[in-house]
T-cell receptor, first 115, second 113 residues
Framework: GDSVTQMEGPVTLSEEAFLTINCTYTATGYPSLFWYVQYPGEGLQLLLKATKADDKGSNKGFEATYRKETTSFHLEKGSVQVSDSAVYFCALSGSDSNSGYALNFGKGTSLLVTP | KAGVTQTPRYLIKTRGQQVTLSCSPISGHRSVSWYQQTPGQGLQFLFEYFSETQRNKGNFPGRFSGRQFSNSRSEMNVSTLELGDSALYLC????????????FGEGSWLTVV
């Protein structure tokens, strides 16, 4: 079945450092890919998405490119801020209507940015 | 426009009791799905409803059930609560097409004692 694997955390970075969180997936067909962020005590917020190969999703300085050849959707940000400290989830949604478009999540990567 | 609204936000129940959680989707969204989040298992899909019909179901026991009303609002019920049911229950809504964004509510924190 479909699955998402993302790098284990926690990741600790200094402010203004470069961030990469790796995400790879296994899926049939052409899934849509998402990054969600969860701040302490809150629900999930969509960070960015890509719906087809070579699409680049971007938001708030974060970027991720849908790479079908490597089945990857790595999250990057050039300069992180303390306010980026959160848990980041990579997820996919199948392209088959029979699957009901449920999200399949990775385990999450905790990011801590220190001043 | 208003986001996904979940009630109650926090609740404490005793083992063996049952609980009902409520979710109001974003206006115009017809798909509502539910997820359970725990530290050990992460985020797991419970079920999805579209136009009052359950379209997809995750791998959870029959104690977990849900329904959707004609106005797209949804409820989920957990009967005979177990300690392991303590979790954050997240509701999400979408327009229900492939690639459409799924928006989440703040969640309902359930503690079973």
């Amino acid at each position: 079945g479909d699955s998402v694997t993302q790098m284990e955390g926690p990741v600790t970075l200094s402010e203004e450092a470069f961030l990469t969180i790796n995400c790879t997936y296994t899926a049939t067909g052409y899934p849509s890919l998402f990054w969600y962020v969860q701040y302490p005590g809150e629900g999930l917020q969509l960070l960015l998405k890509a719906t087809k190969a070579d699409d680049k999703g971007s938001n708030k300085g974060f970027e991720a490119t849908y790479r079908k050849e490597t089945t990857s959707f790595h999250l990057e940000k050039g300069s992180v801020q303390v306010s980026d400290s959160a848990v980041y989830f990579c997820a996919l949604s199948g392209s088959d209507s029979n699957s009901g478009y449920a999200l399949n999540f990775g385990k999450g990567t905790s990011l801590l940015v220190t001043p | 426009k208003a986001g996904v609204t979940q009630t109650p936000r926090y609740l404490i129940k005793t083992r063996g009791q049952q609980v009902t959680l409520s979710c109001s989707p974003i206006s115009g969204h017809r798909s509502v799905s539910w997820y359970q989040q725990t530290p050990g298992q992460g985020l797991q899909f419970l079920f999805e409803y579209f136009s009052e019909t359950q379209r997809n179901k995750g791998n959870f026991p029959g104690r977990f059930s849900g329904r959707q009303f004609s106005n797209s609002r949804s409820e989920m019920n957990v009967s005979t609560l177990e300690l392991g049911d303590s979790a954050l229950y997240l509701c999400a809504s979408s327009l229900a097409g492939s690639g459409n964004t799924i928006y989440f509510g703040e969640g309902s924190w359930l503690t079973v004692v």
